[in-house]
């Protein structure tokens, strides 16, 4: 971990993931408790209520049972299958960055536990969790360059295709953008470290790297906690939401 803060001390940068952590569900929160005044058909005085949203879109979701429930979320949202009826590249896009994307947040996530174990030798097990971070560094390295393939198609795309271009809004430049470099600065921060998966030690920079890691951290921080839910980028919660809601739409 003190790679990636630039010598913080840990009991801070657990404080730090605490309040991030609680921006980022306040910001689901506000947003659940926002759309429950669209909802319908519940006691008024629930209305503006983030559970009557819940109870709603529960309602919904399993209006048709629970076959249509999981075939909703398996074909619609996990597999993409719009997506890939209407574009096979983009469907590649998509599930590259969704996947390698989810991947690393949640292994970023148990890395922290692992970290806090470690810290604190919880259980005697300091050693086996360092084992076991050791084991997660290859994974990292292909999810990373999963979300990198995503984050490049997605960029080439509207860079080379007239069309994609003229229909790209500052929203999807900005978010695409962002997801670029968050993932390029990570990726360099691990080259410059040396001994990385399929580079070796052609960028090794052990000086400099910490600089990049927490550039990196910043950025994803940022994203995640001061950004996504706040903005018109919450889309990417709504929207598998509103497929699940909708069974599909069929």
Known sequence: MAFYTLGLTFNLVILLTVIILAVWIYGIYFNFKKWGLGSTGYHDQLRNSFWLFLATWVHEAFKDGLWVFLRTVVLDVLLLRRTLARSPVRWVMHMSMFYGFLALAAMSGFALFLDIIEHFNLAGLAHEAEMVKEMMALPFDIFGYLL???????????????????????????????????????????????????????????????????????????????????????????????????????
């Open 148 to 250: 990198l393939v995503g984050a490049t198609i997605a960029v080439s795309r509207r860079i080379f295709l007239k069309f994609v271009r003229d229909n790209t809004t500052a929203y999807d430049a900005f978010l695409i953008g962002a997801v670029f470099l968050i993932t390029i600065t990570g990726f360099y921060a691990e080259w410059m470290r040396g001994n990385s998966f399929l580079i070796g030690n052609l960028f090794d920079n052990p000086v400099y790297a910490p600089h990049f890691a927490l550039i990196h951290t910043v950025l994803a921080i940022g994203l995640f906690a001061l950004v996504l839910p706040w903005s018109k980028y919450i889309h990417v919660i709504a929207t598998p939401m509103t497929l699940i809601a909708n069974r599909g739409g069929e």
